[in-house]
C-alpha cells in the first residue's frame, strides 16, 4: 500500500477507516478524525497516515493485557531483577531452548524392561534423533510431551526432576518393524519397539510423530500394524511408580 502506485491503489485497495481487533471481537476506529471510520474510505494521498494510525492501533491495544501480565510475572520473580534480563533471556528461562539439544535429553534419559544404552534399538533411536530436522525434533518432543521445547539445561531438568524414559514396546507382534511407537506424554515415556535398523526406526517414528503430535489426547488414530493399539496411556509398571516416588 505505501509504495504501489496511485492507480494500483485505486484498482486494488479499499480500506476504510476502520479495523477489527486482534480477537476480532470489536471494529476499532483507527483515527478520531473519522467518527465513522468503517463508512469513510482511505484515500490515496491518506495511505501514510492509515499505515501509521493502524501501526499504533495494534502496537497498544493489548497494553492492559500486557500490564497483567506483568504484574502476575513480578509475583514470581522481583521487578529489580527483570531490570538485568534481556527479552532473549527471559523467553529463555520460561519457555526452553527453541532447539532441541539432543546431548542434553541424552544425559536425562532412562531406560526400562532390557533395555540400556548399549541395546541396538536404542543405539538406532540416538542415531536417528540426531539425523532429524530441527522442525522434526521439536515434533519429536511434542509427541512424547506435549510440548516443544525442553529445559534449558542440566540445571532445570534436574531442579524440575525431568527425565526421558524410553521403554519396550508393549505391542505383541512378530512383525515389529510395521509398529509405530507410542508416547506417554504426561509422563515423557516412549514404548519403542524392536526394530531391526535404523533406517526403519526413522522411518516408523517420522510416521508415528507426523501422524500423533498435534494431540495430547487418547483420541482414535490413524494404526498401520492392525495388530497394534497406537494409544496413548500410562502403563501401571514399576517405571511410573518410580516416577510419582522421585526416586529417578
Not at 37 to 55: A, F, Q, T
Not at 145 to 150: K, S
Not at 163 to 189: E, G, Y
Not at 227 to 237: E, I, P, S
Amino acid at each position: 500500500m505505501q509504495e504501489c502506485p496511485e492507480s494500483t491503489f485505486e484498482e486494488n485497495i479499499f480500506e476504510n477507516w476502520v479495523t477489527l481487533r486482534t480477537d476480532k471481537s470489536k471494529q476499532f476506529y483507527i483515527s478520531y478524525i473519522f467518527k465513522n471510520g468503517s463508512k469513510i474510505p482511505v484515500k490515496y494521498e491518506e495511505r501514510l497516515e492509515y499505515i501509521n494510525k493502524l501501526i499504533e492501533v495494534k502496537c497498544t491495544e493489548s497494553e492492559l493485557q500486557c500490564e497483567s501480565l506483568i504484574k502476575g510475572l513480578i509475583k514470581i520473580i522481583p521487578s529489580p531483577l527483570l531490570n538485568w534480563v534481556s527479552a532473549e533471556d527471559l523467553e529463555l528461562w520460561v519457555c526452553g531452548r527453541p532447539i532441541v539439544d539432543v546431548d542434553l535429553l541424552k544425559r536425562h534419559t532412562r531406560y526400562s524392561g532390557d533395555l540400556n544404552e548399549n541395546s541396538d534399538r536404542i543405539k538406532f533411536f540416538w542415531e536417528a534423533l540426531y539425523e532429524l530436522s530441527e522442525q522434526e525434533k521439536l515434533r519429536f518432543i511434542k509427541f512424547c510431551w506435549g510440548q516443544e521445547r525442553l529445559p534449558a539445561n542440566d540445571e532445570e531438568f534436574d531442579r524440575n526432576q525431568i527425565r526421558f524414559m524410553i521403554k519396550p514396546s508393549t505391542v505383541n507382534t512378530k512383525q515389529p518393524n510395521k509398529a509405530l511407537p507410542k508416547a506417554d506424554t504426561c509422563f515423557f515415556n516412549l514404548e519403542l519397539p524392536n526394530y531391526s535398523s535404523k533406517d526403519i526406526l526413522k522411518k516408523q517414528l517420522l510416521t508415528a510423530i507426523n501422524l500423533d503430535c498435534d494431540s495430547m489426547n487418547a483420541d482414535p488414530r490413524v494404526n498401520l500394524d492392525p495388530n497394534a493399539r497406537h494409544r496413548r496411556n500410562r502403563d501401571d509398571d514399576e517405571d511410573d511408580s518410580l516416577f510419582e516416588e522421585g526416586e529417578w
